[in-house]
Each structure stands twice: as structure tokens, then as C-alpha cells.
């Protein structure tokens, strides 16, 4: 008799699954721990296990539990953020941490769990069921395309995640569900991919829709692409002895609470035209042009420290001002190089 497709995906991935390092190999005895658990999916949110996997080691590294995030300073989480991008990520990391630890640990609900700041439908239902072995229908977007695929649905995501999630039932049911999700996770990440499914290995061809059509890379079909507003404005390089002035960005907002070179507020619209060194970049809702000029003294009234320039990566910049840095400092070096020999 041909074994389920629940059966074999569970099979394949036990033979499979990738060593991931917030994750226990399948069939392990020991416990997962809640706490590595919620910190590796906060962090995957919106960004690869690439660039999560040393991200993770060095939070682990300096906060090996709950309680330790904690008793840290919310500054110390948003320098240890700087370059994972979505900042408020980072705030309600901390907010998580200093309740869970309040109350003596991670509730083993999703209700309770998506209590907890920052703590949405997803990761409650991911945290439930890897961390704690409960019942729930885990979907992140490789669990939506694979399952887009196999149904054969053929709206965008966006649009057809009800029934995506609906359909995503029937694999969780009288099924382990923590390993379940990653076995899931694991086929959109390894075999199911956005441009090149290779349908050939995949455990679920039997029964996909998507493989039938002979198509399945044109399933689930991409939304059209969306023009975001622009916005404009400029950022301040203050040295003074080997040292440059920081301040914070509000805590509210784009890139609240983050170190930041000191600046002009973001207008709406188009940059006017400017010799200065200038860079853009794409935030979620708009992009931004940022101009970068060079200041003797900080603007009067802005708050902020004195940061040694040659310890600058440790000063939790974000990538925006990393990168008006390095526009800054390529200009100055390319002015030098063109300054006039004198005899
Ligand atoms: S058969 Fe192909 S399209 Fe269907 S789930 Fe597997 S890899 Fe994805």
C-alpha cells in the first residue's frame, strides 16, 4: 500500500532534515529549549538562515538564557540587531524577554504564547509545536508555497491565505506537529524553491497539483510589483579627534531606538539634485535617498555620545548609516586622490 503524503514527507525529512543550529536532530530525546526556539524564529523572520546562523551563535553567545536577554539593557539587543533590519523586532525581543522571565518561563499555549509582545499567530503556533509538542497549523512562506503548489492554488499569496491555511490543516492532522512544520519548512527551503522546484526528489510529486501541470514554478503566481514612495534626506559626518558623533533615532518610528549618524527629518518626494556622496535605500513602505554631509559640530540640541572611529562596527549602526559611512569615507578618499601633487 503507498504510504500517505504526510508519511513521506515525515519520512524524507527524517532522513533529510537540515542541521540547523536552534534545532534538535529528528528522533532526539532531549527537550527542546523554548527559549532558542522563539530567538531563531523572531530572527528568521524576513531574513535567511544565512544570515541568521552567526546572528544566533553571538546572541546565544552573550545571553545563553531568557533571563539573561532580560537584565540586559534594551540599547545592548539593538546593537546586537544592528544589520538584521525590521527594529521592532528587536525592541519586542526585549519586551518578550523581560515578561517570560517575569513569570518564570514560556507559557505552552499558542493562546498564551501570542500574549507576549512581538508574539504573532505564526511564531505562537511555531513555539507551541516545536518547542512544546502541541497541536498547531504552522504556516511561514515556504509552508504556503508548498502548499499553494500542491493544491494548485493559483491566486497570490496574499489573497488566498485563508484557504492556504485551511489546506495546510490536512498535513498536521494526527500528525507530530513540531516536526511536521519543519518538515514542511524544510521542503519550501530545499526542494520546493520560489523559481526551481525539483519535483523529481520531492517526496510529495505523488500527490501535487502543481507537479501535474507540468508548470509548478508558475504557482504561486507573483502579485505585481508595487512602486514605493520615495523620501529624502540628509545625514551628518561630525569627526573630531579619531572620534564621530552618534545619537539615537526616536524610539518610535523607522529604525526606533537604533544608534544613527545625526541628520535631517525624511521628506516626502524626490531628492533635489546634489553634489554631496549619496545613497539609497529601501525600506518595507518607501526608499530613501539620504545625502551625506560633513559638519564640524553636532546641530545644537541634538543628543548623542562620541564614538571611536575605529571601533565603529561595535556601534550597532544599522545598515543605512553603514553604508552612508563607507559613500562618506569613499568620496573623501577618492577627493584625496585627486588632489594636486604640489612639487
Ligand atoms: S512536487 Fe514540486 S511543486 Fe509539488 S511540492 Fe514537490 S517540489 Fe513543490
Not at 540586559?72 to 515578561?99: D, K
Not at 497539483?209 to 534626506?233: F, L, N, Q, V
Request: include cysteine; charge should be neutral; proline fraction near 10%.
Amino acid at each position: 500500500m503507498r504510504k500517505s503524503p504526510q508519511a513521506r514527507l515525515l519520512q524524507h525529512y527524517r532522513a533529510h532534515a537540515r542541521d540547523l543550529p536552534w534545532r534538535l536532530a529528528p528522533g532526539s530525546n532531549e527537550a527542546p529549549d523554548p527559549y532558542r526556539v522563539w530567538l531563531s524564529e523572531v530572527m528568521l523572520q524576513q531574513t535567511t538562515v544565512a544570515t541568521v546562523t552567526p546572528r544566533f551563535a553571538a546572541f546565544l553567545a552573550r545571553w545563553p538564557t531568557v533571563e539573561d536577554m532580560a537584565a540586559a539593557p534594551v540599547e545592548n539587543i539593538l546593537s546586537q540587531w544592528a544589520g538584521l533590519g525590521y527594529y521592532a523586532r528587536a525592541r519586542n525581543l526585549h519586551a518578550c524577554a523581560v515578561e517570560v522571565a517575569a513569570r518564570g518561563g514560556f507559557p505552552d499555549t499558542e493562546a498564551q504564547l501570542r500574549q507576549l509582545p512581538g508574539i504573532g499567530d505564526y511564531t505562537a503556533a511555531a513555539v507551541a509545536a516545536i518547542a512544546f509538542g502541541r497541536d498547531a497549523v504552522v504556516v511561514d512562506t515556504n509552508v504556503e508555497r508548498v502548499v499553494a503548489r500542491c493544491f494548485a492554488i493559483r491566486r497570490p499569496i496574499k489573497d488566498a491565505r485563508p484557504e492556504i491555511r485551511q489546506r495546510a490543516a490536512f498535513f498536521y492532522e494526527r500528525q507530530p506537529a513540531g516536526e511536521m512544520a519543519q518538515a514542511l519548512m524544510d521542503l519550501g527551503a530545499t526542494i520546493c524553491r520560489p523559481k526551481a522546484p525539483d519535483c523529481a526528489v520531492c517526496p510529495l510529486g505523488p500527490d501535487c497539483a502543481a507537479y501535474a501541470t507540468g508548470d509548478p514554478a508558475s504557482i504561486p503566481p507573483k502579485p505585481p510589483r508595487k512602486t514605493r514612495p520615495e523620501r529624502h534626506g540628509t545625514a551628518y559626518v561630525i569627526e573630531q579627534d579619531d572620534h564621530l558623533f552618534l545619537t539615537r533615532r526616536p524610539d518610535k518610528g523607522v529604525l526606533g531606538g537604533m544608534a544613527a549618524l545625526p541628520g535631517s527629518d525624511w521628506a516626502d518626494g524626490s531628492a533635489p539634485p546634489s553634489n554631496a556622496p549619496t545613497i539609497r535605500h529601501v525600506f518595507t513602505h518607501f526608499a530613501l535617498t539620504l545625502r551625506i554631509e560633513s559638519r564640524a559640530q553636532p546641530p545644537s540640541g541634538t543628543e548623542g555620545w562620541w564614538h571611536e572611529r575605529s571601533a565603529i562596527a561595535d556601534a550597532g549602526l544599522p545598515t543605512l548609516y553603514t553604508k552612508a559611512l563607507a559613500a562618506f569615507d569613499a568620496e573623501a578618499e577618492s577627493a584625496e586622490q585627486r588632489l594636486p601633487l604640489l612639487p
